[in-house]
C-alpha cells in the first residue's frame, strides 16, 4: 500500500519564477493538506483541498495556490518566488471524515525547494 | 494564531536509557495531539496519538501523556535506541482536521 508520494524530490528554482510540487495521498485518502517547513522549523499549515475545493487556508499570501484532482491528488503552485520561499514543502493526506478519532494523517517525505 | 512550542532544542541520551519530550500548548480547544519524528530528508512520521478526553496512552516503547490543567504534553520513550535519533515534534489539532506544530525538539542517542 503506497503512502504519499510526492514529486519532485528537489528542486531549484530562481527567484521570480513560478514552481508546481505535485502530492498523490494514501490510498483511500481523500484530503490533502500542503505544508510549508523552513530549516529547523516546525511544518506551518498552507492549505488544504477537500473535493477539489480549498477548504481551510492558513497565513500564506496568494502567491501559494493549489489544486485537487478528482482522483485526490493535488498540485501546489508558487508564483514569483522568493529567497525566503526556500523550505521544505510536505504534502499530507488525511480522511475528511475520521475513522473513529483516527485521522489518519500521514506525510509525505516532501519536496526541497531551493530559491536562488 | 495560537501554537504548539516545544521547552528543549536538543536532548542527548544514553542509549538503553529512557527519553522525556516535554511540549507545551496554548490552544484550550485542541481535541486532538499527536508526536511525530522526524529523519532527516524525511517527512514526519506518526508516532503516537492521544485525543483530549484521555490523560495517558501507551504504545510500543513509547508513552504519551497530557495535561489539560497546565497545557502540557509528554512523550515518553522507554529503552531509546540509536534509531530513536531525530527531530519529534508535538501537534494539536485545534479542528478541521488541521494541524499545529511546535519548532521541534532533537534528540542524540549516544552509543
Known amino acids: 500500500d503506497a503512502g504519499v508520494t510526492q514529486s519532485p524530490t528537489h528542486l531549484i528554482k530562481t527567484r521570480g519564477q513560478q514552481v508546481t510540487l505535485r502530492c498523490s495521498p494514501k490510498?483511500?485518502?481523500?484530503?490533502v493538506s500542503w505544508y510549508q517547513q523552513a530549516l529547523g522549523q516546525g511544518p506551518q499549515f498552507i492549505f488544504q483541498?477537500?473535493?477539489?475545493?480549498?477548504?481551510q487556508r492558513g497565513n500564506f499570501p496568494d502567491r501559494f495556490s493549489g489544486h485537487q484532482f478528482p482522483n485526490y491528488s493535488s498540485e501546489l503552485n508558487v508564483n514569483a518566488l522568493l529567497l525566503g520561499d526556500s523550505a521544505l514543502y510536505l504534502c499530507?493526506?488525511?480522511?475528511?471524515?475520521?475513522?473513529?478519532?483516527?485521522?489518519?494523517?500521514?506525510f509525505g517525505s516532501g519536496t526541497r525547494l531551493t530559491v536562488v | 494564531g495560537e501554537s504548539v512550542g516545544l521547552h528543549l532544542p536538543t536532548l542527548s541520551v544514553q542509549e538503553g536509557d529512557n527519553s522525556i519530550i516535554n511540549c507545551a500548548y496554548s490552544?484550550?480547544?485542541?481535541?486532538?495531539f499527536i508526536w511525530y519524528k522526524q529523519e532527516s530528508g524525511k517527512g514526519p512520521q506518526f508516532i503516537i496519538d492521544i485525543r483530549s478526553n484521555m490523560d495517558k496512552r501507551q504504545g510500543q516503547r513509547v508513552t504519551v501523556l497530557l495535561n489539560k490543567t497546565v497545557k502540557h504534553l509528554s512523550l515518553q520513550i522507554a529503552a531509546t535506541q540509536p534509531g530513536d535519533s531525530a527531530v519529534y515534534f508535538c501537534a494539536e489539532n485545534g479542528g478541521n482536521n488541521r494541524l499545529a506544530f511546535g519548532k521541534g525538539n532533537q534528540v542524540v542517542v549516544i552509543p
Open positions: 490510498s483511500g485518502h481523500d484530503t
Open positions: 483541498y477537500y473535493e477539489e475545493e480549498e477548504r
Open positions: 499530507a493526506s488525511s480522511l475528511v471524515r475520521p475513522s473513529r478519532w483516527h485521522y489518519g494523517y500521514t
Open positions: 490552544n484550550s480547544a485542541s481535541d486532538y
